[in-house]
Every structure is written in C-alpha cells, then in structure tokens.
C-alpha cells in the first residue's frame, strides 16, 4: 500500500482519525518505540519483549512499510536476515513518542525511565535530536 492508497482508505479527512488509523493499534506504537528508541531492529527483537504474535508482527511491519514509516533492508551482518530501518517519516515520531513517553511516566503507575521525563522536561529539544541521531544509526 502506497501513502497515496492509503490516504484513499482513510476513513475521514481528519489529521488525529487518520493517524490513528495507522498508528492507533494494540501494537504499533509498541513496535515503533522498540525501533526507534530501543535500536531493535530485526522481526525477533520485536517479537520477544512484549510477546507479540508473530502474524500480528507481520502484519504491522507490513503496514509501516507500506506507509512509508519503516523500511526493509538486508541485515549487513547476515544477507539472508531482514531489519527495519525507520525512514525520515518514521524519525519525525520520536517526538511524539517522546511525549507519550512523559504523560505516561508522569500519570501511570509503575512505569519506568522516569530519567527520561526529567531529560525532556529540562531539554526537549535536546532529547529528541539525540534519540534521532541513536535510530539514525
């Protein structure tokens, strides 16, 4: 699915409804911060932490890429091996996960990398450049 097809199914011209029709799953969101703020880049990586289906995996992998958001590329490590890389579509996220980050650390219960929230609060800007120059890599 091209961005053009998928902006042909969205549902409403409206920017929130839209986003989340991509990204306003169990399990997007998820994946996104294990790929751009954790560096797990390869299917089993995602997969282990939070226990998720392997065909649910696939099939948000799947919709990333097809949305532009992520790109597969071949693992330089093991040709035969596929990993995900963030586009500079996905790297515009990082704020936003940044700031789901923060709410959740500061209005939930039991959450950590309370660090995080303090870095933010002190220098936004600076945080979201650095978590953007670690998914770049």
């Given at each position: 699915m091209t961005d053009m097809s998928y902006r042909d199914a969205a549902r409403s011209l409206c920017?929130?409804?839209?986003?989340l029709d991509l990204l306003g799953d169990r399990?997007?969101?998820v994946i996104l911060r294990d790929v751009l703020l954790a560096g797990r880049r390869?299917?089993?990586e995602m997969a282990r932490p939070e226990g998720i289906a392997t065909n649910t995996l696939t099939d948000r992998l799947e919709r990333l890429e097809a949305a532009g958001v992520l790109r597969r590329d071949r693992d330089p490590n093991d040709g035969r091996?596929?990993?995900y890389n963030p586009t500079e579509k996905g790297l515009?996220?990082?704020p936003?996960?940044?700031e789901f980050?923060?709410?959740g650390i500061d209005h939930t219960e039991g959450t950590a990398h309370r660090e995080l929230a303090e870095a933010a609060r002190a220098d936004r800007d600076g945080v979201v450049a650095q978590l953007t120059e670690r998914a770049r890599a």
């Amino acid at each position: 699915m091209t961005d053009m097809s998928y902006r042909d199914a969205a549902r409403s011209l409206c920017p929130i409804t839209c986003s989340l029709d991509l990204l306003g799953d169990r399990w997007t969101l998820v994946i996104l911060r294990d790929v751009l703020l954790a560096g797990r880049r390869s299917f089993s990586e995602m997969a282990r932490p939070e226990g998720i289906a392997t065909n649910t995996l696939t099939d948000r992998l799947e919709r990333l890429e097809a949305a532009g958001v992520l790109r597969r590329d071949r693992d330089p490590n093991d040709g035969r091996r596929r990993v995900y890389n963030p586009t500079e579509k996905g790297l515009a996220l990082i704020p936003l996960l940044l700031e789901f980050a923060v709410w959740g650390i500061d209005h939930t219960e039991g959450t950590a990398h309370r660090e995080l929230a303090e870095a933010a609060r002190a220098d936004r800007d600076g945080v979201v450049a650095q978590l953007t120059e670690r998914a770049r890599a």
